[in-house]
Structure formats: structure tokens, C-alpha cells
């Protein structure tokens, strides 16, 4: 199975909050999850987050995928600085200190080069692309399944009016057969009286059986 660390709508229309989850990659946006892994609320003052940051560690370290939002989440968060210092081998402490020092930098990053409202702007607005991407890719896939379904139905339809024609044919066939038969039996019907011609030439053996008998008296 394929899991993949996204971010689930929870909130309302106007005050959006996400649910951090992992999830199996087949599965819808807003579908079925494994597991909360936390909250994330964009349009906040400080666009508040609470992660469960070791069991995203978790999920990373057994191959989860997260989206192109989560990274972008995470690696503010120090997630992605603190999984790649531990798979290089790093202390504890050494991990938590260089964290704290990447959010103080991003924190200042931030807070000097666009306001909040900018920034929320710029998350939503690829939010709402990569929902828009997924619903596209969905929409194809359907697409697909459907024509393949319509092609394979056609397919049936042609094979069937094929074997209803030739059964058709054979059938129009043994009726010629059948309707010829006649005709033939009765081109021979009249020739059977004559068989009884050889009795005009009985008169003549009478009489010679007649003179025979006047010799011998």
C-alpha cells in the first residue's frame, strides 16, 4: 500500500482548517485516512499548525509521500531538516537545536518579506490548484473507464447481431432445402404407368398359340 501525508478540509467555508493525514494514495482527498496526524489552519494570524511531529517521522521513515502543500508545511516546521539530520546520524539535541534555529529564521523570513494576508493568499491559491489537479486527474480516469466499458458493450452488441444473422441464414437455407424437394419427386411420379405397355402384344401370341394347335390335330 501506498501512503501518502495530505491535508484534509475541515473547516467552513470562510475559516478553513486542515486535518494533516496519512492516507492510502488511492484513496479521495476528503476520503478514508489511516491516521491524524494534525491541524492546519492557513487563514490564522499566524497560520497556526500542531503536528504530531513524531508520527509524521514515522510516516516518512517507512516511505509515506507527502504532498506538495505538506512538504511545504513540514519544511517550515523543521520536519523535513530534522528527518534528514537523523537519517544522517545525527544527536538528539543536535536536532533539536538546528530546528529551533530554522523556525526562528523562517519566522523572520516571513515576517519581513510579505504580509500575512499575502501569504495566506498564495497557500490557498495552491490549495486550490493541487484540489483542482486531483479532480481533473479523477475526471480522466472515470472518462476513461467509461469508454472502455461503452467500447467493450458495442463490441458484444456486434458479435451477438453476428450470430443472430448466420443463424438466420442457415435457417433461410434449410427452407430452400426443403421447399425444392417436392418439385423433384413429382417431375417422377408419371412415368410409372408404363410399366404395363408389353400387354398389347397378347392378341398376336393368342393366335399363334391358336395355329399351333390346328397343326398338331
Known amino acids: 500500500m501506498s501512503v501518502k501525508i495530505r491535508l484534509r478540509r475541515m473547516g467552513r467555508r470562510k475559516a478553513p482548517v486542515y486535518a494533516l493525514v496519512a492516507t492510502d494514495a488511492r484513496h479521495p482527498r476528503d476520503g478514508r485516512f489511516i491516521e491524524d496526524l494534525g491541524r ?3 487563514i490564522k494570524a499566524s497560520a497556526e499548525t500542531a503536528i504530531n511531529t513524531e508520527r509524521v517521522m514515522y510516516w ?26 537523523k537519517r544522517k546520524g545525527a544527536s538528539t539535541a543536535d536536532i533539536e537545536a538546528a530546528v529551533a534555529t530554522h523556525r526562528e529564521a523562517v519566522a523572520s523570513k516571513e515576517g519581513g518579506s510579505e504580509s500575512d494576508r499575502e501569504r495566506r493568499r498564495k497557500m490557498l491559491a495552491a490549495e486550490r490548484e493541487r484540489v483542482a489537479k486531483e479532480e481533473a ?13 461503452k467500447a467493450e458493450a458495442e463490441a458484444a452488441q456486434k458479435a451477438l447481431a453476428a450470430e443472430r444473422e448466420a443463424a438466420e441464414a442457415a435457417a433461410a437455407k434449410a427452407a430452400d432445402a426443403a421447399a425444392e424437394a417436392p418439385e423433384s419427386e413429382a417431375t ?3 412415368e410409372a404407368p408404363q410399366a404395363e405397355a408389353p400387354e398389347a402384344d397378347a392378341p398376336e401370341a393368342a393366335a399363334e398359340e391358336g395355329a399351333a394347335d390346328e397343326k398338331e390335330a
Do not use: F, N
Open 188 to 190: 417422377e411420379s408419371p
Open 60 to 85: 516518512l521513515e517507512t516511505g509515506a509521500q507527502p504532498s506538495e502543500t505538506v512538504r511545504s508545511i513540514l519544511s517550515k516546521e523543521g520536519v523535513m531538516l530534522a528527518l534528514h539530520m
Open 40 to 42: 492546519y489552519a492557513p
Open 137 to 149: 486527474e479523477l475526471a480522466k480516469k472515470r472518462a476513461e473507464d467509461e469508454a472502455k466499458a
